[in-house]
Every structure is written in structure tokens, then in C-alpha cells.
């Protein structure tokens, strides 16, 4: 595969994998308290499979989408949604991708153990992005006075279960995909 060939597919991958989290967005699982969207499944297999650059870019990809207005969010799209008060959440996708690309970059030889730590540490700056800014959303612009206990309840307690098993999927698919795609789109290139 030539140099050309293979940075168009990986540019492929990046923007197909915006489309995948931008598709879990509106793939909701209903429970008990809250429904959870699969979202968090493709930004994990981003940047399991895309590396932390390009896991990293296919979320800015799904973020700048987003903002110019197409309805790939849970309630849409448009350059007013950053002041919702769940946008840290999104933020903390682009991050997600790049750390978990990072820790399985890393690794020689990726172990579902590997995947499963990459994915629970990739919650990390989701959650403490997301409940930072709904915090500071609801104590500031939208005015509405609340408790950081609060947030935790509703940010975190509420939706972790599901995110966890999603890790835990995440980190089945990824153990199978990621030997492909190293083959594949990411090994080095042969001049023809």
C-alpha cells in the first residue's frame, strides 16, 4: 500500500469512527434511572484501534461536526450546545481516545487486560470533565444553585455501571480488531 493509499485510509478511519460515536449518540439503552448511550463504546475502540492521535482526531472530527451545527449530540448539534450543561462530557471524549490510544501504544503486546485498564482510565477525563462543567454550568449560566454531591449523584453514580460494562465490551472488541488494524493500516510502508 503506497504512503498516499494509506493516509487516505487512515483518514477514512478517523472520520468513520466520528460517524461511529455520532451514531452511539442516538443508540440509547434504556435502565432503570437513566438511559446511557453507546457513545463511550466508540470513543474507547477510537482510540484503541486509531492510536491516541488518531482516536484523538476522530473525536475532534465528531466535536467540530457537532459545533458547526449537524445533529450528531444526544440533543443535537449547533455552536449554542456548548453551553449545555453536559458538554464536558464531550470534551472529555477527545481526551478519553488520546489517553487510551496512549496506554495501548505503550504496551508491545495488548492483553485484554491491557484494553480494559486503557478503558476504565479513559473514564477518567469524561467524568471529570463532564461533571466539572456541569457543575460550573449550573452554578453560572444557567443559574440553578447545586451541590457537587449532586452532580456526583447525577453525573457519575447514575451512569458508571454502564459505562463500566461498556469498558468491559469495549475491551472484547478491541482484543480482536486491534491485530488488524496494526496490520492492516499501521504498519510501515513499502515503497511499490
Known sequence: MSATSLRTMRMMLVAMFAALTAIGAYIKIPLAVDPFTLQILFVFLAGALLGSKGGMFSQLVYLSAGLAGLPVFTSGGGIAYIFKPTFGYLIGFVLASYLVGKIIERSPVPRFSTFFTAHLLGLIPVYGFGMLYLYLSMNTWVGESITFWTV??????????????????????????HKVFQQRFYHPITAR
Open 152 to 177: 456526583f449523584v447525577t453525573g457519575f453514580s447514575v451512569n458508571i455501571a454502564g459505562d463500566l460494562l461498556l469498558a468491559f465490551v469495549g475491551a472484547i472488541i478491541a482484543l480482536r480488531l
